[in-house]
């Protein structure tokens, strides 16, 4: 859930930062408000974020279009990628921030919102989505799609060497539908042979979350429909100059496939959301986020220092947000601020923006800082070998 600055023939330019930074804002705000029903909240703000939990499937999908078009982008070029830069990029943009929120929740008790916490070592593993119960660990559940994040950025750059190695070329293409129709099986399996018989019995869902929520397998569609993207938009470039004609046209129609998922996945654990409904939000996204990066669409014209910002802080955002809300409904709540309040509510958004302003100057930009030399000293050291 890493917003990631690309530099590749995918229009590098500050309008198509622009639009992306746009919907990493959206897919941050769409979880801080879905995340913040499980605290005390106003009722309007209870009844009009229930589709907030796409916004995780949005962060897939730009993950997968900004990871995926990185790695393409060099392949395009006749360039080698280069593996342990790339490593070294997503360990130095991911790990240090995470670590510390681990950290925290792990030695201060206090910080946690809901009891009790996963072993520890399932966060440093980034396997929490394995099979999560919700019933024996309720805190810092939402490392799970960074779990499932981190598992992607090492599948990837293993099948694109493996696909170099035995010369498939074009024929890799095929990866990505075998893998969407490997979902929909996996899914339709984990439903009715995992699930249904469990809903009926106890009609919770606890285990629909366990089993098709959070496993990898089950959630790769936003991913792929990234992966898709990256890849029309680098290796056919005929498509590409047709789609930059149709920005707003995609955009519209995004939102309108977003639309009818909503009425679709109103209940989650019916079948026909299990099945359908992760493949039809990650592609009405996946139309939103190629209109963005079209020069005819409007969030590709239009730039935002209010979504710039909110984009930059987007991962430490996701990281902290529940530790903040949690510790300032409890403060607050001590000095008669009602938690169900409107109040409440903007405390809990300038406690969070805080947090992760601290996280981001504290711990990100040190680190990040410390990766470019490294890199820095890389390149030296190459440049003096070629001469």
């Known amino acids: 859930m890493n917003p990631t600055p690309i530099t590749s023939q995918i229009d590098t330019d500050s309008h198509k930062l622009a639009g992306l930074d746009h919907l990493r804002a959206l897919a941050i705000t769409l979880v ?15 009844k009009i974020c229930g589709f907030g939990w796409t ?7 730009l993950s997968g279009f900004l ?16 593996y342990k830069e790339y490593f070294l990029k997503r360990v130095f943009r991911i790990l240090p921030a995470y670590f510390t929120v ?38 810092f559940t939402h490392a799970w799609s960074l779990c499932v994040e981190e598992q992607f950025y090492l599948i990837l750059p293993v099948i694109i060497l493996l696909c170099g190695y035995y010369k498939i070329g074009k024929k890799a293409a095929y990866i990505i539908p075998v893998l969407f129709v490997v979902g929909f099986v996996v899914r339709i399996w984990s439903w009715n042979i995992l699930v249904s018989p469990q809903i009926t019995i106890n009609g919770g869902n606890t285990v629909w979350l366990k089993y098709i929520y959070y496993p990898t397998y089950t959630r790769l569609d936003g991913l792929l429909t990234g992966v898709t993207i990256a890849g029309l938009f680098t290796f056919y470039p005929t498509v590409k100059q047709w789609l930059n004609k149709y920005g707003n046209v995609l955009l519209i129609a995004g939102s309108v496939l977003l639309t009818g998922s909503w009425f679709l996945c109103e209940n989650q654990s019916t079948f026909s959301a299990s099945v359908f409904g992760f493949p039809l939000v990650s592609f009405g996204y996946g139309l939103v986020v ?35 809300l949690h510790v300032s409904q409890r403060v607050f709540g001590q000095w008669g601020i009602d938690k169900n309040g409107n109040l409440m509510l903007v405390i809990g958004i300038i406690s969070s923006i805080a947090g992760a302003l601290l996280l981001r100057y504290l711990v990100e930009k040190p680190f990040l800082r410390l990766r470019d030399r490294i890199l820095l000293r890389w390149r030296q050291r190459k440049a003096l070998v070629v001469a």
Request: one cysteine or more; proline letters at 5%; hydrophobic letters at 50%.
């Open 290 to 324: 190629a209109g963005a990066v079209c020069p005819s669409c409007i969030l590709y014209k239009f730039k935002s220092k209010i979504t710039e910002r909110l984009a930059t802080l987007s991962y430490s955002i996701y990281l902290i947000h529940k530790i903040m």
């Open 67 to 82: 990871i995926a078009g990185q790695l393409f982008a060099r392949i395009a070029s006749g360039k080698q990628i280069l």
């Open 102 to 139: 681990v950290i925290l929740y792990a030695l201060f008790p206090a910080l946690r919102e809901f009891e009790p916490l996963a072993p520890i070592w399932r966060y440093l593993t980034f396997t929490l989505n394995i099979w999560l119960n919700r019933d024996m660990c309720n805190t």
């Open 32 to 46: 801080f408000f879905f995340h913040y029903r499980l605290f005390g909240h106003p009722d309007w703000e209870g």
């Open 55 to 61: 916004g995780v499937d949005l962060f897939f999908v």
